[in-house]
């Protein structure tokens, strides 16, 4: 099992969805699945300057995170359709 590394955006992102109860229980479903399986059949590797970077979508949010040794560092939390994850990550 992988050890989760959560970012502090993505930790913020997760606490303005606890009102939501559904999309925060697919979303943190959806983490805990990350740490037995960090790739799974539907992670994309993230193309451009970021390829270290993979992603999957969990509903209409997306994660993007990178698997390190024995850990999944969760960088992005976000809206699918929304291009406010790629300019955030632009900006890492």
């Known amino acids: 099992m992988y050890k989760l590394l959560i970012e502090r955006r993505s930790l913020d992102f997760l606490e303005t969805l606890k009102k939501q109860k559904k999309h925060y229980v697919q979303i943190t479903s959806k983490l805990l699945s990350l740490s037995r399986d960090p790739h799974p059949q539907d992670c994309k590797k993230i193309k451009g300057e970021r390829r270290e970077f993979l992603r999957v979508d ?3 949010f997306r994660i993007v ?11 992005l ?3 699918r359709g929304d291009d406010e994850v790629y300019r955030r990550l632009r900006n890492l």
């Open 58 to 60: 969990v509903g209409e």
């Open 65 to 75: 995170y990178s698997v390190e040794e024995d850990t999944i560092k969760i960088i």
């Open 77 to 79: 939390i976000g809206k």
